[in-house]
Structures are given as structure tokens and as C-alpha cells.
């Protein structure tokens, strides 16, 4: 009997992620990035990101108006708006502060559906945003939102700034009445 192995193809396919840029980042930000400053290095470099960076659950009224504002624009990245953002929940949310040398390996934020960064500080020579399979760059900029499916691997390359700024989190398609059970 000839029976077929279980593999993993990797492909390239063209994946839609939205770039977007909050409109008050000017007020917001500088409040954003004395928080991430101040609140705890609770993963001490022991995640993906190899740089300081808080608890995977921020719960900060400004931290939501970033959440709150990337909700809404779930949609425009849906194919043909056939869910609405009602059935997607944040399950987490962070801050991370880079600075000389620190960088965020290769990485994918299964088992959620969407995921953003949102640049809060950005000085001079801030490292972008990388997605590895398409090696396409996204040069980060205060105020700039970038939302993507969440199975899109990416990475930080080792920054050459002081106190680069971000938060990122992840949101899930949870629908209300719609589970299987097995």
C-alpha cells in the first residue's frame, strides 16, 4: 500500500494588508509613548520581540482608542465585506519599545485572523516593518497603522534609533452563535 505523506507546501500569494494612518496621532502618540516607556519590560526578551516590551494585555483607555479605530477598519480589508467586524474581538494588545540593536525575529500570530502595528515614536533610521516571503518593506512613520492577516509571517531587522515605539495586537473571528462542537 502506498500511502501519501502529510507536507507543508510554502507558497506566495498576493495578501491584502491595509495602511492606514490615525488622524489625531499628534495628541495621542506622545501620551502612547510615555506609557510604553513607563509600564514594566514584562517578557524581559523572551518572546519573538527582542526588545522591551509589556504584557500581552494593555488595558489603557488610550491603548483602545488605537484598538477601537483599527476594529473599524477591519472591514476595508475583508473580501467583499461578507463578515462584520461585530464577529472580530481583541484578544491582545501591547506596546514595545526598540531601541539600538533590539529587533523582532520572523514570526506569525496564529491563532488569531488579524493583526496590526501601529507606529507611535519614530525617530531617524527606525527599522521598518519587514513581511518575509514577498521581503516587502514597510517604513514606519507616526501615526501609521498597518493591518494584515495574521498567518503573514514578519520581522523587526535590528533597529538604529532610540525609543522606537509601537503597539500591536491581534484580533480573532469569534462569531456569536456560530460554534461546532466535535
Avoid at 13 to 39: A, D, G, R, S, V
Avoid at 52 to 64: P, Q
Avoid at 146 to 173: D, L, Q
Wanted: aromatic letters at 14%.
Amino acid at each position: 500500500m502506498n500511502e501519501e505523506q502529510d507536507k507543508i507546501l510554502f507558497v506566495k500569494e498576493k495578501l491584502e494588508i491595509l495602511i492606514c494612518q490615525y488622524p489625531f496621532w499628534e495628541t495621542l502618540n506622545p501620551k502612547l509613548h510615555l506609557l510604553i516607556k513607563e509600564l514594566p519590560d514584562f517578557y524581559q526578551k523572551s518572546t519573538n520581540v527582542k526588545a522591551k516590551m509589556t504584557h500581552y494585555s494593555v488595558i489603557n483607555k488610550d491603548f483602545m482608542k488605537i484598538a477601537k479605530w483599527v476594529h473599524q477598519k477591519i472591514p476595508k480589508i475583508l473580501s467583499q465585506g461578507i463578515i462584520t467586524t461585530s464577529s472580530f474581538k481583541l484578544v491582545n494588545i501591547w506596546g514595545a519599545l526598540y531601541n539600538e540593536n533590539d529587533y523582532t525575529v520572523s514570526h506569525k500570530h496564529r491563532p488569531s485572523t488579524y493583526s496590526f502595528v501601529y507606529f507611535v515614536n519614530v525617530p531617524k533610521n527606525s527599522s521598518p516593518l519587514v513581511f518575509d516571503y514577498s521581503n516587502t518593506k514597510i517604513y514606519p512613520h507616526p501615526g501609521k497603522c498597518v493591518i494584515f492577516p495574521s498567518w503573514i509571517s514578519h520581522k523587526v531587522p535590528k533597529n538604529k534609533s532610540k525609543e522606537r515605539s509601537v503597539i500591536s495586537g491581534n484580533f480573532a473571528y469569534m462569531p456569536e452563535n456560530d460554534v461546532i462542537s466535535f
